[in-house]
T-cell receptor
Framework: GAVVSQHPSWVICKSGTSVKIECRSL??????MFWYRQFPKQSLMLMATSNEGSKATYEQGVEKDKFLINHASLTLSTLTVTSAHPEDSSFYIC???????????FGPGTRLTVL | SQQGEEDPQALSIQEGENATMNCSYK?????LQWYRQNSGRGLVHLIL?????REKHSGRLRVTLDTSKKSSSLLITASRAADTASYFC???????????FGSGTQLTVLP
């Protein structure tokens, strides 16, 4: 149990386009999901907290107009990278909080490459 | 949220040996989670240990928690090459659900 999926697993796009990444909790409901970004050889950096039915909370330095987050249901959160640029190329990982015991489970990540 | 500090930064052992990595944190916690990350992959949840627990086992994994020293350890017994990965600890306090990650311990198990 406690599986989190992400789609797509990788995406290559041209500069200026928008990319949507989906995060789903497959066998549990998640009121809260999180989005992280990881650059090569670095640790995960929290970008934002996604709460079902309300606006996301962004970490300092993360542009909310560039990284649009929607958490429309208890099993789905989406991250849209708008007008992507090469510096947005990174590994994006989501996680979902299973309320019982407050465990957090991570998706397999999405590799975004912006040309 | 608070960040756990893993130690050592890197560990290289032979297959079959045990691997121990440590985590220290600064303020009291409700629980602490350990994760594994293979290169280019997401994090795999290994174990959650609550503040009122001192030790927890899962297969070849053994996690201890010493709240008086604000530290935790992860022991992997009879290591395998497939255990090669980065390992992260994530302490959680209060009602906060955000996790903050340190640099992790890069474990290399040599065949």
């Amino acid at each position: 149990g406690a599986v989190v999926s992400q789609h797509p697993s990788w995406v290559i796009c041209k500069s200026g386009t928008s990319v949507k990444i989906e995060c789903r909790s497959l066998d549990f409901q998640a009121t809260t999901m999180f989005w992280y970004r990881q650059f090569p050889k670095q640790s995960l950096m929290l970008m934002a907290t996604s709460n079902e039915g309300s606006k996301a909370t962004y970490e300092q330095g993360v542009e909310k107009d560039k990284f649009l987050i929607n958490h429309a249901s208890l099993t789905l959160s989406t991250l849209t990278v708008t007008s992507a640029h090469p510096e947005d190329s990174s590994f994006y990982i989501c996680s979902a909080n299973r309320d019982l015991y407050n465990e957090q489970f991570f998706g397999p990540g999405t590799r975004l490459t912006v040309l | 949220s608070q960040q756990g500090e893993e130690d050592p930064q890197a560990l290289s052992i032979q297959e079959g040996e045990n691997a121990t990595m440590n985590c220290s944190y600064k303020t009291s916690i409700n629980n602490l989670q350990w994760y594994r990350q293979n290169s280019g992959r997401g994090l795999v949840h290994l174990i959650l240990i609550r503040s009122n627990e001192r030790e927890k086992h899962s297969g070849r994994l053994r996690v201890t928690l010493d709240t008086s020293k604000k530290s935790s350890s992860l022991l992997i017994t009879a290591s395998r090459a497939a255990d090669t990965a980065s390992y992260f600890c994530a302490p959680a306090s209060g009602s906060a659900r955000q996790l903050t990650f340190g640099s992790g311990t890069q474990l290399t198990v040599l065949p």
